[in-house]
C-alpha cells in the first residue's frame, strides 16, 4: 500500500520588541544568565502583568500579512503545565480568541504553486531554557534554569495539515520567515531560537480522507533540520505500516548527529491544559481603523514585489525569487536601478560578484562596503564602454576593500578600456603574426587569439573589436 505523509506546522517567532510581553525587562539575546528577569517575569506573589501594546501591533500586522482575518476582540488564557522553566506553572498564551484567524500563504515547489491554510496566530510568553551541565539531558549530571528568555514575547502560527511533504513544508517555512522579514515585526535568527516550529507528521493510505496517527517533533530551528527530520520520520512510519505494526502518538526529538527521531514521550490523551481567561488582564479590543492604519504600514511583501520585477523590468522569475528572498537585498536591488542601472545587469551583479563577496566574508547585505550607488555606477561604466566586464570584476574587488568609487578607482589605476581602432589593430596583427599556428588552426583558435590580445593589452581592449577585427583580418 502506498501512503501520503500529511504535514502541519506551528511555527513560534519571537517578536523584535526592546521589553518582554508584559514587563519592562529587555529581550536581547546572549546576557548573563538570569540577569534579564524581574518579579512579573519570575512570577513572583502579588505581582501584575501588563500588555506590551508593541507585540499587539506586531501580531495584527503578521496577521494581515499572512492573509488572515483579525479580530477585534481577543483575549489572554493561562496554559496550565508544570515544567522546570516556566515559573508560574502556566503561560499566558490565546485560546479560543485569538489575535488572527483563517490565513493562507502560497508556495512554489517545482514549479507548483500551492495554497497553505493558516489556522490561526496567537500571542503568548516564551518559557525558559533549561542549561544541562552535559551536551545532552542523559549525559548531564544536573540541569540549572535561564530565566532571560522567559516573558519574551512570541506569535505562534499554526497551519492546517496541507503540506504533503519535506520540500513543502520547509517552502512554507521559508515563506513565514521571509514575510516576518519584510514587516520587520521579528528577527528570525533561527540560530537564537527567534524561529523554530513544531512539526506534525502522519501519514495515511492515498486517496484517503481520514488523518492516521500524528507524531509531533520539537523545535526545530533550520530548515536544513525541518527538511532531514520529516524525510526521516517519514520513512520510519511507512516501515511501521508495512510491517504492520501500529503507530503510538507520541512527542519525539530529532538526534542531529545520529539522523534520527527518538522518542520523547507519549500523547496518547489529549493533553488536558485547563485554560482559564487570564483574570489580570484586560480583553484586547481593535477597531477598524486601527486595523487599516497598521495595514498601511505594511511593505510591499515578497510574491507582489517579485511579480512587480518580473512585470516591470522583465526579469527571468528565478532573478525575482533570489533578489526578493530577503527585504534588504530587493530594496537594495530597486536602489542599484533607481541610480541608472539596467535591471538585468543590476540582478546578475547582485547574485554574482556581490552574493559571493557577502558570503565569502560571512556578511549580509545591510554592511556591504559596495554601496548601491556605486554599484549602479560601475553598471553604468561597462554600459558606456569605458571598461569592460572583465576589468569591472577587478574594479569590484577594489570597490570592496577600499570603499572608493568605480570612477576614482579606474583613473587611479588607468583601467580605462581601449577603444582606439589603431591601437586595437596593432595588438591583433601582432598576435596573428606571432601565432602562426594558430592562425592556420582558424577559426577553432578564436577564443585562444582573443585571449592572446586581451593578455597583451592587459585586458583593457575592447572585447568586441577585438573579436570583429579578428573576424575581417582573418574569415
Given at each position: 500500500?502506498?501512503?501520503?505523509?500529511?504535514?502541519?506546522?506551528?511555527?513560534?517567532?519571537e517578536?523584535?520588541?526592546?521589553?518582554?510581553?508584559f514587563?519592562?525587562?529587555a529581550?536581547?539575546?546572549?546576557?548573563?544568565?538570569?540577569?534579564h528577569?524581574?518579579?512579573?517575569?519570575?512570577?513572583l506573589?502579588?505581582?501584575?502583568?501588563v500588555?506590551?501594546?508593541?507585540v499587539?501591533?506586531?501580531a495584527?500586522k503578521?496577521?494581515?500579512a499572512?492573509?488572515?482575518?483579525?479580530n477585534k476582540?481577543?483575549k489572554?488564557?493561562?496554559k496550565?503545565?508544570?515544567?522546570p522553566?516556566?515559573p508560574?506553572?502556566?503561560?499566558?498564551?490565546?485560546?479560543?480568541?485569538?489575535?488572527?484567524e483563517?490565513g493562507?500563504?502560497?508556495?512554489e515547489v517545482?514549479g507548483?504553486?500551492?495554497?497553505?491554510?493558516i489556522t490561526?496566530?496567537?500571542?503568548?510568553?516564551d518559557?525558559?531554557?533549561?542549561?544541562?551541565?552535559?551536551?545532552?539531558i542523559?549525559?548531564?549530571?544536573?540541569s540549572?534554569?535561564?530565566?532571560?528568555?522567559?516573558g519574551?514575547?512570541?506569535?505562534?502560527?499554526v497551519?492546517?495539515?496541507d503540506?504533503h511533504s519535506?520540500?513543502?513544508?520547509r517552502?512554507?517555512?521559508?515563506k513565514?520567515?521571509?514575510i516576518l522579514?519584510y514587516?520587520?515585526v521579528?528577527n528570525?535568527?533561527m540560530?537564537?531560537?527567534?524561529?523554530?516550529?513544531?512539526?506534525?507528521?502522519s501519514?495515511?493510505?492515498?486517496?484517503s480522507?481520514?488523518?492516521?496517527t500524528?507524531v509531533?517533533?520539537?523545535?526545530?530551528?533550520?530548515f536544513?533540520?525541518i527538511?532531514?527530520?520529516?524525510?526521516?520520520?517519514?520513512?520510519?512510519?511507512?516501515e511501521?505500516?508495512?510491517?504492520?505494526?501500529i503507530?503510538?502518538?507520541e512527542?519525539?526529538t530529532?538526534?542531529?548527529?545520529?539522523?534520527i527521531?527518538?522518542s520523547?514521550?507519549?500523547?496518547?490523551k489529549?493533553?488536558?491544559?485547563?485554560y482559564m481567561?487570564?483574570?489580570?488582564l484586560?480583553?484586547?479590543?481593535t477597531t477598524?481603523?486601527?486595523?487599516e492604519?497598521?495595514?498601511?504600514?505594511l511593505?510591499?511583501?515578497p510574491?507582489?514585489r517579485?511579480?512587480?520585477?518580473?512585470?516591470?523590468y522583465?526579469?527571468?522569475t528565478?532573478?525575482?525569487?533570489?533578489?526578493?528572498s530577503?527585504r534588504?537585498m530587493?530594496?537594495y536591488?530597486?536602489a542599484v536601478?533607481?541610480?541608472?542601472?539596467?535591471?538585468k545587469?543590476a540582478?546578475?551583479?547582485?547574485?554574482?560578484?556581490?552574493?559571493?563577496?557577502?558570503n565569502?566574508?560571512?556578511?549580509t547585505?545591510e554592511?556591504?562596503?559596495?554601496?548601491?550607488q556605486?554599484l549602479?555606477?560601475l553598471i553604468g561604466l561597462i554600459?558606456?564602454?569605458?571598461?569592460s566586464?572583465?576589468?569591472?570584476?577587478?574594479v569590484?574587488?577594489?570597490?570592496?576593500?577600499?570603499g572608493?568609487?568605480?570612477?576614482?578607482?579606474?583613473k587611479?589605476?588607468?583601467?580605462?578600456?581601449?577603444?582606439?581602432t589603431?591601437?586595437i589593430?596593432?595588438?591583433?596583427?601582432?598576435a596573428?603574426?606571432?601565432?602562426?599556428?594558430?592562425?592556420a588552426d582558424?577559426?577553432?583558435?578564436m577564443?585562444?587569439?582573443?585571449?592572446?590580445?586581451m593578455?597583451?593589452?592587459?585586458?583593457?581592449?575592447?572585447?568586441g573589436?577585438?573579436n570583429?577585427m579578428?573576424?575581417?583580418?582573418l574569415?
Amino acid at each position: 500500500m502506498k501512503y501520503e505523509a500529511v504535514i502541519g506546522l506551528e511555527i513560534h517567532s519571537e517578536l523584535k520588541t526592546n521589553t518582554k510581553i508584559f514587563c519592562s525587562c529587555a529581550t536581547s539575546f546572549g546576557a548573563d544568565q538570569n540577569t534579564h528577569v524581574c518579579p512579573v517575569c519570575l512570577g513572583l506573589p502579588g505581582v501584575l502583568p501588563v500588555v506590551n501594546k508593541r507585540v499587539v501591533e506586531f501580531a495584527i500586522k503578521a496577521g494581515l500579512a499572512l492573509n488572515c482575518t483579525i479580530n477585534k476582540f481577543s483575549k489572554f488564557d493561562r496554559k496550565n503545565y508544570y515544567y522546570p522553566d516556566l515559573p508560574k506553572n502556566f503561560q499566558t498564551s490565546q485560546f479560543d480568541l485569538p489575535i488572527a484567524e483563517h490565513g493562507y500563504v502560497d508556495i512554489e515547489v517545482e514549479g507548483k504553486t500551492k495554497r497553505i491554510r493558516i489556522t490561526r496566530i496567537h500571542m503568548e510568553e516564551d518559557a525558559g531554557k533549561l542549561v544541562h551541565s552535559g551536551t545532552t539531558i542523559k549525559d548531564s549530571s544536573s540541569s540549572n534554569v535561564d530565566y532571560n528568555r522567559t516573558g519574551v514575547p512570541l506569535i505562534e502560527i499554526v497551519s492546517e495539515p496541507d503540506m504533503h511533504s519535506p520540500a513543502e513544508a520547509r517552502a512554507y517555512m521559508e515563506k513565514i520567515k521571509s514575510i516576518l522579514q519584510y514587516i520587520d515585526v521579528s528577527n528570525c535568527k533561527m540560530e537564537e531560537g527567534n524561529l523554530r516550529a513544531d512539526v506534525n507528521v502522519s501519514l495515511r493510505p492515498e486517496g484517503s480522507e481520514k488523518l492516521g496517527t500524528k507524531v509531533e517533533m520539537k523545535n526545530l530551528n533550520s530548515f536544513k533540520v525541518i527538511e532531514d527530520a520529516l524525510e526521516y520520520e517519514i520513512e520510519r512510519q511507512n516501515e511501521v505500516l508495512e510491517d504492520g505494526g501500529i503507530l503510538v502518538q507520541e512527542t519525539r526529538t530529532w538526534d542531529d548527529g545520529r539522523g534520527i527521531t527518538l522518542s520523547m514521550r507519549s500523547k496518547e490523551k489529549a493533553q488536558d491544559y485547563r485554560y482559564m481567561p487570564e483574570p489580570d488582564l484586560v480583553p484586547i479590543v481593535t477597531t477598524d481603523e486601527q486595523i487599516e492604519a497598521y495595514k498601511k504600514e505594511l511593505p510591499e511583501l515578497p510574491d507582489a514585489r517579485k511579480a512587480r520585477l518580473v512585470n516591470e523590468y522583465g526579469l527571468p522569475t528565478y532573478d525575482a525569487e533570489i533578489i526578493t528572498s530577503t527585504r534588504a537585498m530587493a530594496e537594495y536591488f530597486d536602489a542599484v536601478v533607481d541610480a541608472g542601472a539596467d535591471a538585468k545587469l543590476a540582478s546578475n551583479w547582485i547574485m554574482g560578484e556581490l552574493s559571493k563577496h557577502l558570503n565569502a566574508n560571512e556578511m549580509t547585505i545591510e554592511n556591504s562596503p559596495v554601496s548601491a550607488q556605486n554599484l549602479a555606477s560601475l553598471i553604468g561604466l561597462i554600459g558606456k564602454g569605458t571598461i569592460s566586464s572583465k576589468i569591472a570584476k577587478t574594479v569590484f574587488e577594489e570597490m570592496w576593500t577600499s570603499g572608493d568609487t568605480p570612477e576614482k578607482i579606474v583613473k587611479d589605476k588607468g583601467l580605462v578600456q581601449i577603444t582606439d581602432t589603431r591601437a586595437i589593430e596593432e595588438i591583433v596583427d601582432k598576435a596573428i603574426a606571432d601565432n602562426p599556428k594558430a592562425v592556420a588552426d582558424y577559426p577553432k583558435s578564436m577564443g585562444f587569439l582573443i585571449g592572446q590580445v586581451m593578455k597583451a593589452s592587459k585586458g583593457k581592449a575592447n572585447p568586441g573589436l577585438v573579436n570583429k577585427m579578428i573576424k575581417e583580418k582573418l574569415g
